[in-house]
């Protein structure tokens, strides 16, 4: 190859010499160039030896003679040095672009993620060995197939269209999706798409990575999560069994004694059916209030997923207080509410529920080992800027220098009997509907406080 293109030079130079002098000189440089790119650095030098070896003979003074006249030896130089410069460099940006082109097709193949190219139609251009191991199709498969027909199942073709769309208008995707095998199972993929151009068609990489473990991981710690929040709302329900019997006891006792009240007036003569229609009103009355109880409590302990929806947090705050009626009067704690006007939160009303059961009882349990004061309950909520605050305040011990973190690391805890987990579940559900929950000193005891994301308009609560 570099004895042809050297020659192909030379004829070329003998037609041109007469018209351009220096074309000799361009020509064997071109020759030379074209070597080292296509044949490397020693062909490349052989083809400098034979340009120069043809240029002293047909070209530098004596002609048809190696001899060199002394006003002929500084273009010879020149070209000599020129040429091999020239077949050094071009032989080696060709070397280092084989060895970017071995290095990349090494990434693509070996990449921990599964990586499939395509062209502006659609067509499989090339796919990795993560790719078949994901999705389970070799490159005989798939390659110059439509990605969509292979690896998009029926329902998710739409969404993926219109990604495709995104993609031709030059924007990259990224997401958590679903997606098909070759055997018609699917899998939980975090797919990123990006477009790339080589300045005459547009073609767009896609890398996929299987998070179907993750993505099962990830359930069973929710569920996991579930299980202990439920728990601790049976374990809270069970610490107050005493103050949930006489709260349903107390209407149960009046629905008796108004019911004998009825016999005795229907049993004279004549019957007193103004009394008797007082008693069985307030017989409803009691029986109703008794089932409410009953209703709160079975609501705190049912299981499920958690339904987000516009909640009243201010409703959620005076449901718990009126389960906890009966505790708050056994521990002669006195109670100011300061409920203002707030909009609706989005969230689960049974989780935000026992966040405020936990906030209070905590609270009750902080004041109930001090004397030197009243025992002073505070429930607080108002609207802070896009946001829902409650702060639940008291006067109990308060809150030990270094522990306002630590209070809600799992399993911390200053009761003896406490387990520590109440105020760790209390943030996870908080976190959970976009809010923060966190803990400061007071003059006298503590403030705890969360927020959540406003989700209305500001009402009226009765």
């Known amino acids: 190859m570099a004895t042809s293109l050297v020659t192909i030079a030379l004829l070329l130079s003998f037609l041109l010499h007469p018209y351009l002098a220096n074309a000799i000189l361009i020509l064997f440089l071109a020759a030379v160039m ?245 008693s069985l009103g307030n017989i409803v009355r009691d029986a109703t209030r008794a089932a409410e109880v009953i209703e709160r409590i079975r609501t705190l302990l049912q299981k499920g997923t958690p339904q987000m929806s516009p909640t009243d947090i201010n409703e959620v705050i005076r449901s718990v207080l009126n389960l906890l009626e009966v505790e708050l009067r056994r521990g002669r704690v006195h109670l100011k509410i300061e409920l203002a006007p707030v909009p609706f939160v989005i969230g689960d009303r049974v989780q935000l529920q026992q966040v405020m059961l936990n906030l209070i009882l905590n609270a009750m349990d902080a004041m109930s080992t001090v004397q030197q004061r009243p025992p002073i309950l505070t429930i607080h909520s108002s609207r802070a800027q896009e946001f829902v605050l409650v702060q639940v305040r008291d006067t109990g011990v308060g809150i030990p220098s270094g522990q306002a973190e630590q209070m809600f690391n799992p399993f911390f805890t200053t009761k003896r009997e406490g387990i520590g987990m109440g105020l760790t579940i209390s943030q996870s559900i908080i976190e959970a509907h976009g809010g923060t929950l966190w803990a400061d000193s007071a003059e006298n005891g503590a403030v705890l406080s969360f927020k959540l994301p406003a989700a209305g308009e500001s009402h009226e609560t009765n």
């Open 34 to 278: 074209a070597i080292g790119w296509f044949r490397g650095i020693g062909p490349g030098l052989y083809a400098v030896v034979v340009s120069a070896l043809a240029l002293d003979y047909y070209f530098i003074g004596p002609r048809y003679d190696f001899a060199i006249a002394p006003e002929g030896i500084s273009f010879f130089v020149f070209f000599l040095l020129s040429a091999s410069c020239a077949s050094w460099l071009a032989a080696t940006r060709k070397l280092q672009e084989t060895r970017q082109r071995v290095h990349f097709d090494n990434l693509f193949d070996n990449g921990p993620e599964g990586i499939m190219l395509v062209d502006y139609k659609d067509h499989v251009q090339r796919i990795n060995r993560e790719f078949s191991r994901i999705f389970g199709y070799t490159s005989a498969d798939i390659v110059d197939g439509i990605s969509l027909n292979f690896i998009v199942p029926a329902h998710l073709q739409g969404e993926a269209t219109e990604l495709r769309s995104k993609l031709s208008r030059g924007e990259s995707i990224s997401l958590e999706t679903i997606r098909m095998r070759k055997d018609g199972s699917l899998v939980h993929v975090s797919e990123i798409a990006v477009p790339v151009s080589d300045g005459q068609q547009s073609f767009f990489y896609y890398l996929f990575r299987d998070i179907t473990e993750n993505k099962r991981a990830a359930d069973a710690l929710e569920r996991a999560h579930a299980e202990l929040v439920h728990l601790s709302r049976v374990t809270t329900i069970g610490e107050l069994v005493t103050s949930i019997a006489h709260e349903v006891n107390q209407p149960i006792t009046a629905v008796i004694t108004y019911g004998n009240a009825a016999n005795r007036w229907l049993a004279q003569q004549p019957p007193n059916l103004d009394e008797v229609r007082d």
